[in-house]
């Protein structure tokens, strides 16, 4: 007798069927009407990402668009085509796939996505004491070979954070939010769109804010002193200091600097050495990971690991 699988318990994932599968493509596709059933899952600073339908595939899939007042600026639209272009090129297991990039009925550019169903490592974090180290050191290992794979492909993130590392319900883990990504020209020439460029940062403003309240790009709490800094020839290793700054709240529930502004903060990365993880936790830190996260929140770049691939090794080696 053959056993049928369990029934999805909700409407998010749904059952695949034969009548889904096997109906007619129509005779001509409109792209106008492809994408339906719009449902706004989050409002970043600068864009809105949606879950919608797709009804050539029948899926259910995410869409990224910039909001209203963007829409026009052509800076904007140039960061917005990179973003999507970036995380196209980057097919890696813990990258989450892009699917189309087009314009709507209005001329606004629009990019579509995988949609991964699961949770933040912000929101694994609020519950750590129900998760094992080995289960988070996985999470870790998984982000740092997606870095190892970008960076290969002259690609660096500049926005590592526990908000932009989704955990999926089937152990899928996913490194989002490409839109700060630095890439270079063939000659090696700096971009001209760098957000290193950015004006100093509000003293006023909370540590915790993103990009478009703080004005620096990322979050302060895990941005590197040569991000900080606004350093035009940041490299590769400035989202190993963002890897650590999030090991380090891994290992101590805590970030490694502490600040009531944005200043305080900066100064602090910039100028100072975060405490041993071991001394701030009650929590028994084993000395592995803790050498491992203080070389890689090394204020000097050239004093972290050589690469993400040797942090993995560190990692699997503990």
């Known amino acids: ?21 096997d109906k007619p493509l129509p005779e001509q596709i409109n ?38 007042e963007f829409q026009a600026d052509a800076i904007e639209q140039r960061r917005f085509l990179r973003e999507a272009r970036v995380s196209a090129m980057l097919q890696h297991p813990s990258i989450v796939p892009t699917y189309d990039l087009g314009k709507d009925r209005q001329g606004h550019l629009y990019f579509t996505m995988k949609l991964v169903h699961g949770y933040t490592l912000r929101e694994v974090l609020d519950y750590r004491e129900r998760y094992d180290l080995t289960q988070l050191t996985e ?13 290969s492909h002259r690609v660096v993130h500049r926005d590592i954070k526990p908000e932009n590392i989704l955990v999926g319900r089937f152990g899928e883990v996913l490194l989002v939010d490409w839109g700060l990504a630095k890439v270079w020209s063939r000659e090696g020439t700096e971009d001209e769109l760098d957000p290193n460029a950015a004006a100093a940062s509000n003293a006023s403003e909370r540590p915790d804010n993103i990009t478009g309240q703080a004005k620096l790009q990322g979050t302060a709490a895990y941005m590197s002193p040569e991000q900080i ?26 970030t490694p600097f502490l600040a009531e502004t944005v200043r305080e903060m900066t100064e602090q990365i ?10 701030v936790t009650n929590i028994r830190v084993p000395d592995l990971l803790a050498k491992l996260t203080m070389a890689c929140l090394s204020n000097d770049p050239a004093g972290r690991p050589n690469n993400c691939t040797e942090v993995v090794r560190l990692l699997h080696e503990w």
Request: glycine fraction near 6%; hydrophobic fraction near 35%; charged fraction near 20%.
């Open 139 to 151: 999470v870790i290992i998984q982000v740092a070979n997606a870095l190892a794979y970008a960076h």
């Open 31 to 68: 792209p106008a009407t492809r994408y339906m059933y719009f449902k706004t899952i989050a409002k970043g600073g600068k864009c809105v990402i949606s879950s919608c339908r797709d009804v050539i595939f029948n899926r259910t899939i995410c869409h990224k668009k910039l909001l209203p």
């Open 229 to 254: 800094q606004r350093d035009p020839q940041i490299g590769y290793r400035t989202d190993i200091y963002s890897l650590g700054a999030v090991l380090y709240e891994v290992l101590t529930g805590r």
């Open 270 to 279: 910039v100028g100072a050495a975060p405490p041993d993880p071991s001394s």
């Open 1 to 21: 007798m053959t056993q049928f699988p369990e029934a999805p318990q909700d409407d998010d994932y749904a059952a695949v069927y034969l009548e889904e599968t």
